[in-house]
C-alpha cells in the first residue's frame, strides 16, 4: 500500500510564496503520474496540476497557471508544488495523489482516475 503525506503549508500574504512537500512511503510511487488538488471550504475539490511519471508531460489548471510548479524527485520518491504569486482565492486545502498507470506519459487532469491521496495540507493566503 502507498502512504502520501503533504508538508508546507502554512500561513501567508497575498503575493507570497510556499513550497510543499509530499512524500510517498510503503511503495514507491516513482513509476506513477500524481497530482495535487485542492478543496476550499465549501467547494468542490479541484484539479491544480499534474506531472507524467517522468516528469516529461505537465497539466495546470488556467487559475494557476504562471504561478505554481509542480515537480517530482523519483529517487527520493517524492513530488512538489512551488506556489508564487499567492492569491487569497488560493486558500484551501492542498492534497496529493499517485494514480496507477505504469509509467504513463500523461498527467491526468480528473480526480477519479487517482488511487492513492494524502490527507492534505492547509494553506492560507490573507490578503
Known amino acids: 500500500q502507498v502512504q502520501l503525506v503533504e508538508s508546507g503549508g502554512g500561513l501567508v500574504q497575498a503575493g507570497g510564496s510556499l513550497r510543499l512537500t509530499c512524500v510517498a512511503s510503503?511503495?514507491?510511487?516513482?513509476?506513477?503520474?500524481m497530482g495535487w488538488f485542492r478543496q476550499a471550504p465549501g467547494k468542490e475539490r479541484e484539479f491544480v496540476t499534474a506531472?507524467?511519471?517522468?516528469?516529461?508531460?505537465?497539466n495546470y489548471a488556467d487559475s494557476v497557471k504562471g504561478r505554481f510548479t509542480i515537480s517530482r524527485d523519483n529517487a527520493q520518491n517524492t513530488a512538489y508544488l512551488q506556489m508564487d504569486s499567492l492569491k487569497p482565492e488560493d486558500t484551501a486545502v492542498y492534497s496529493c495523489?499517485?494514480?496507477?498507470?505504469?509509467?504513463?506519459?500523461?498527467?491526468?487532469?480528473?480526480?477519479?482516475?487517482?488511487?492513492?491521496w494524502g490527507r492534505g495540507t492547509q494553506v492560507t493566503v490573507s490578503s
Open positions: 495523489a499517485a494514480a496507477r498507470f505504469y509509467r504513463s506519459s500523461t498527467a491526468y487532469t480528473r480526480g477519479s482516475l487517482y488511487d492513492y
Open positions: 506531472i507524467s511519471w517522468n516528469g516529461g508531460t505537465t
Open positions: 510503503g511503495r514507491t510511487v516513482s513509476n506513477y503520474p
